[in-house]
T-cell receptor
Framework: SQTIHQWPATLVQPVGSPLSLECTVEGTSNPNLYWYRQAAGRGLQLLFYSVGIGQISSEVPQNLSASRPQDRQFILSSKKLLLSDSGFYLC????????????FGDGTRLSIL | QKEVEQNSGPLSVPEGAIASLNCTYSDRGSQSFFWYRQYSGKSPELIMFIYSNGDKEDGRFTAQLNKASQYVSLLIRDSQPSDSATYLCAVNDYKLSFGAGTTVTVRA
């Protein structure tokens, strides 16, 4: 069966520091991969998605970037964090077939001080 | 205009009652529809999906889809305190679009 791993679970970072969140998927090949952010009490905001190695689509302009160095690895990064980057970051995957649901990792709660 | 809209809630129901959650979407070409449950502080978990008009039942959950009205709903029968969560409607146009969620509280 397929599993998705996301780490760390919680992170406290100072303003201006760099960020790297990692997500890996097991048990499937060539998945679609996604990064979402959920602000407190708000809905899910799609940040990036990827349909293959090195292929990244950005949904909103922001202080963040994403990379997919391997088929089942998705990384969310920032060079300098802002206070507004605080939130619950979720990685998700779906099969590379149309009309399939997405499955989420456990998320990373990021607090910027 | 938001792509996916859900009734704002919160929705409070007594234990054993039916909870009814509604969702409308704007893209008439949408093909697939999903309901996720999100407990406080946790990630969303897929609980139902539906592709065709009509009803689909899975245990105490029933999803209903009406493509002509661009409307999808979720019924939770015999609501339990463990059903207390936020329920997210998601619609697949060229990407998965999520509603803001409806928070359900089941009171004992």
């Amino acid at each position: 069966s397929q599993t998705i791993h996301q780490w760390p679970a919680t992170l406290v970072q100072p303003v201006g520091s760099p960020l790297s969140l990692e997500c890996t998927v097991e048990g499937t090949s060539n998945p679609n991969l996604y990064w979402y952010r959920q602000a407190a009490g708000r809905g899910l905001q799609l940040l990036f998605y990827s349909v293959g190695i090195g292929q990244i689509s950005s949904e909103v302009p922001q202080n963040l970037s994403a990379s997919r160095p391997q088929d089942r690895q998705f990384i969310l990064s920032s060079k300098k964090l802002l206070l507004s980057d605080s939130g619950f970051y979720l990685c998700a995957w779906s099969p590379n077939i149309s009309n399939q649901p997405q499955h989420f990792g456990d998320g990373t709660r990021l607090s910027i001080l | 205009q938001k792509e996916v809209e859900q009734n704002s809630g919160p929705l409070s129901v007594p234990e054993g009652a039916i909870a009814s959650l509604n969702c409308t979407y704007s893209d008439r070409g949408s093909q697939s529809f999903f309901w996720y449950r999100q407990y406080s502080g946790k990630s969303p978990e897929l609980i139902m999906f539906i592709y065709s008009n009509g009803d689909k039942e899975d245990g105490r959950f029933t999803a209903q889809l009406n493509k002509a009205s661009q409307y999808v709903s979720l019924l939770i029968r015999d609501s339990q305190p463990s059903d207390s969560a936020t329920y997210l409607c998601a619609v697949n146009d060229y990407k998965l679009s999520f509603g803001a969620g409806t928070t359900v509280t089941v009171r004992a």
